[in-house]
């Protein structure tokens, strides 16, 4: 048996659509639904899947045969009146004796009359009282399938019964191929008509997007395809699941020929064509889904006037689709099929029959075009010299038209023919090492920047006989030639961006080695000097940063080098917002991505944006920077980007989203990334991951992401402030786990680092890294409780935190970020010695949270005015800070805010007290939802519960647990049950608590006083 189809992706909006649609023809009288959509894109599957949702009470279908236009007579209905019939329906409720009408198309009901024409009215009135009926009580809904086959007395009963049935609840749903619809169909005439009629709409499948493919072939074959395989299997399918299907049965399915099915499927519509207009979409397959007009008929070559009466064919059969001065097959798949049914020598003569018009010339065909269109053709009849010439020129045609995946992939195609093109240098006027050069700052714009250093390394390749020599003999003029010193200066720049990039050791020794190579006055310095810059910035040295920053910028503009103009003032404003200059640093900023557009320079522009938004961030002006991070998303949308560099906007805004308390929705928007290519901006959504669910109290997930976290960017061989941040919440992990001595060893190795001789970005990174670890600390002294060895390490950590925290900057000569981290510091260090002065600390905190909505960090500061609170004895004051700061984690899903708060109520002996019982009064001795003298969720006088309906034990165990912030598999783990088992005790909880989610199930425990 295929478990295959059984699989479901995407369409579930329709399937909503369908399930409102019906609930308005129960409420309002019957209605229809038109369900468009080509072939194998999921009609059926979608209809078998709302039928396990539909809300009325019968549902029935039929479906036309394949038999034509005009095919058998009324099959959809046959097969649904039968099924009716068999359901129970009675034909003859009605009272009239005689034969039925209805014998016509069901001939078990006994022999059809014989008699006047009129007899096909009173069918259409049988038909029609039939499922009047059998819509009553509780509705009715008929599908009928593969309309585009239907004959015209269907049609005709179709017809009829949407404008008859009035009030009857009885939803219909007629399905149909788009593709199939030519222009002569009568179905495409008759459409228009019926959405004119009441209650009637027109709906359309459309194909499965990129990550719906992906999701069903991992549902189809059992594991997730790799990246760029589900890419290929979703530019091959066109989104179609019966081809995703088709291709999966081959072992490689994004290199799978069409299968035969698929490829019958395709071409049966064509078989009636003549030679000539076969032969014209031959050709036309040979240039993939689109053609230009003057190229189709100049490969073509069968004469002006049969080319056009063979187009009129083609077009006629809806296998191509005029688009301008262009055609295009009316799917992709089908220009494939075509293409594939030609004989090997018949695809090879084809394809040198467009390179040799490409090379002659075609009128009104782009140049850039025609380049790209050449090396295709080229490399496809197997002429190597012409298709890395093509490739070559195409290349600069896709740079010019910030093509950046194009123009990467010719280059790659230049690359893979040089070996086999003997003249190749002289042919594209470029030496190998040259190529290899930009074809690294292609693959770095491109968002590549591991493959951009690779490139680069192979370059680099071809002076290692110079690279490896004594360092005093090799950096003299007088050794290298200043052609070889020169390229292997731009190699090195170009290394040294790619690992810049990636934060990798090894830029500052490429940009180095790179300034001893390139000659005294060379334009490409100023490049070298920017990165340089740029480097120093990302590992903290901002004095070193700010000297070469300002030593770029005079360079650049000395030798007009605008690429390096952009990145040195970006830079600059970055350095700027470690200061309270806000404006001068967005001035910088701004004017950086101004030039970098200008440019051209897409590497540098992007970086731009997002040190925007930081700067931002970094002035305590959160939505602004939302709405930098925003405005970056539409810029490489616009770029064509988003598939390899959303991954720092992406970030950018969920950072905001952890910060304004919406954890579901920064978790929602890291895990739905595509896999980057840059390990930098995959290693920072992990670690931004880990933070957000430590917040949550998820255990096993915060170790999933620190881990993945440590794999892409190792501590080893990644700058330290891209590191830094993976320290907290692996120390966090190891503490709640009980793991206290290795968690308080992790803290050490972070302060160690802080501790380190070196600046430290502006205190930007140290006061992050110091507010987190005073954090940290406060939970370990809970645990060291009672221990005197474990209370004088954490003793020890703290007053190593003081020290450090004495270097940071005063608030006066600081940014709002560090403002803020400062404060939290000072903050937790106070509150056992001067719980007043922490108070205060606390208070400003509050204030400038709840000012800037960033109610996810208004949790730390009620958390923390609560405790100072009870060590003033002001248990009034305390209350309401914990109440508020429950009620805030609940609604923002932080289980490590409820932990903590129910820690500070358990040691003070503080609980939340149950609300007022809301609506009316209980009568009669009775409360709500139970008999007199018994509470609900409890039996007499147990007023733990009071207000919740009866649960199990068991169930109120989940409860609690899920109150206090504990995910499916850590309730699993402190129950001894499985994962699954929670899962179906918490849904047993929702539904008997009558809501719909987890937050809510537990205000409702923490209102009733369960926990």
Partial sequence: MDTRRSVFVGRRDHVRDLAAHARRALKDGAGAVLVGGEAGVGKSRLLREYARVCPMRRAVAGGCPELGVEGLPYAP??????????????????????????????????????????????????????????????????????????????????????GNLDSAPVQVIATYRTDDLHRGHPLRRLLPELERLPGVVR?????????????????????????????????????NPLFVESFLDHPDAATAPVPDGPRELLLGALRTLDATALGVLQAASAAGERVHHALLEAVSGVGQEAFAAAVRAAVDANALVPRGDAYAFRHALLAEAVHEDLLPAERTRLHR???????????????????????????????????????????GAAHRGAALPERVSLLERVLELWEQVPDAEERIECSRTELLYVLSQATLDNGSPRRAAEYAGEGLKAYSHWLDSGMCEVRSARVVPEE??????????????ARKEMSQDGALEDYGEALLRLPEGHPLRARVTAGLATTLLVRGHDEEAMRAARSALERARGAGDVHSEADALITLGSLLSHTPDTGASIASISEGIRLACEAGAVSVELRGRNNLAAAYDHAGRPEEAIGENRAGFERIAELGLARTQSGGFAIGTAHHFHGKGELSRAVDLLRSLRPDPNPRSQGRRHRLLAEVHRMQGATAEVAE???????????????????????????????????????????????????????????????????TAAELARDFAYDAAGDTGRTAAVDALKRRIARKAQDLPDEEACPFIIKVDGRAVRA????????????????WHEREMRSRGLRGFLLQSLLGRA????????????????????????????????????????????????????GPA????????????????????????????????????????????RTNREIADDLVISAKTVSVHVSNVLGKLGVTNRNAAARKAIDSGLV
């Fill in 828 to 843: 937790y260090l106070a509150m056992d010695e001067a719980p007043r002065a922490a108070d205060e600390h606390w208070a």
């Fill in 203 to 239: 709906t359309e499948v459309p194909p499965l997007s990129r990550d719906e493919v992906a999701e069903l072939a991992e549902g189809l074959g059992g594991q997730a395809l790799p990246g760029r395989q589900a890419d290929r299997l979703f530019e091959r399918s066109g989104g």
């Fill in 705 to 771: 992401a620190v881990d993945a976290a440590d794999t892409l960017m190792p501590p080893e061989s990644s700058a330290r402030v891209e590191t830094l941040g993976n320290l907290a919440p692996r120390a966090w992990l190891h503490q709640v786990q009980g793991r206290f001595d290795e968690g308080l060893d992790t803290l050490d190795v972070l302060m160690r680092t802080l501790e380190e001789d070196r600046p430290w970005a502006g205190g930007v990174w140290i006061g992050m890294a110091l507010a």
């Fill in 77 to 162: 209905f046959t097969a649904a009146l039968r099924r009716l019939l068999r359901d129970g329906s009675d034909p003859a409720a009605d009272g009239r004796g005689g034969p039925r009408e209805l014998a016509r198309l069901l001939p078990e009901l006994g022999p059809a009359p014989v008699g006047p024409e009129e007899g096909r009215a009173r069918l259409f009135e049988e038909v029609l009282v039939l499922l009047e009926q059998a819509a009553a009580p509780g509705g009715l809904t008929l599908v009928l399938e593969d309309m585009h086959w239907s004959d015209a007395s269907t049609r005709d009963l179709l017809v009829f019964l949407l």
């Fill in 484 to 497: 070889d010193a020169v390229a292997m200066g731009r190699l090195l720049q170009a290394r040294g961006d």
């Fill in 922 to 965: 209980a009568q009669d001795g009775d409360t709500p939802g139970g008999k007199a003298g018994e509470k609900p969720g409890g039996g007499p006088g147990d007023a733990p519960g009071n207000g919740l309906p009866p649960l199990t034990p068991r169930e109120r165990e989940v409860l609690v647990q899920v109150a206090r912030g």
């Fill in 867 to 918: 405790e100072c609170a009870l060590a003033l004895g002001e248990r009034e004051r305390a209350f309401a800070h914990l109440h508020e700061l429950h009620a805030l984690a609940l609604e923002c899903g932080a289980g490590l805010y409820l932990q903590r708060a129910l820690r500070v109520m358990e040691a003070h002996g503080i609980a939340l007290p149950a609300p007022e019982p809301a």
């Fill in 353 to 395: 029959r467009y390179a040799d018009a490409l090379d002659a010339g075609v009128e009104g065909l782009d140049p850039g075009q025609a380049a790209m269109l050449l090396a295709h053709h080229a490399y496809a009849a197997h002429d190597l010299p012409r298709a890395m010439e093509g490739a070559w020129r195409a290349a």
